[in-house]
């Protein structure tokens, strides 16, 4: 299964932008986004239930990110506002069929997305 991710950029700090990612014909438990700067292990960004659309965030883009689900189109959004030169970084999707309560853990997720670019310019 391919996630199909879009929506990276430039941008310059306090800017805003909006990541999707597809999954066409296939549904899941969970899906979110990880991302992971140059020198840096991948980092839990948000994730999101499929059922109910709990929602789950690391602490540094809480109130700034939001993630939500479009359940007829089996995509999944990331907005980023007040975007800060340190959110930098490849943002992946990742998505999962089987229930966990490790939202957080890149081992939960068995799919993933190839990638893309978010830059933020000071």
């Excluded at 990541?19 to 296939?26: N, V």
């Excluded at 990742?94 to 853990?105: E, F, Q, V």
Aim: charged share 20%; net charge neutral; hydrophobic share 30%.
């Amino acid at each position: 299964v391919q996630l199909q991710a879009s929506g990276g950029g430039l941008v310059q700090a306090g800017g805003s932008l909006r990541l999707s990612c597809t999954a066409p014909g296939r549904t899941f438990v969970t899906m979110g986004w990880f991302r992971q700067a140059p020198g840096k292990e991948r980092e839990f960004v948000a994730a999101v239930s499929w059922s109910g659309g709990s929602t789950y965030y690391e602490d540094s883009v809480k109130g700034r990110f939001t993630i939500s689900r479009d359940s007829d189109k089996n995509t999944v959004h990331l907005q980023m506002d007040s975007l800060k030169p340190e959110d930098s970084a490849v943002y992946y999707c990742a998505a999962t069929r089987g229930y966990s309560y490790a939202k957080d853990d890149h081992r939960t997720y068995d799919y993933w997305g190839q990638g893309t670019q978010v830059t933020v310019s000071s």
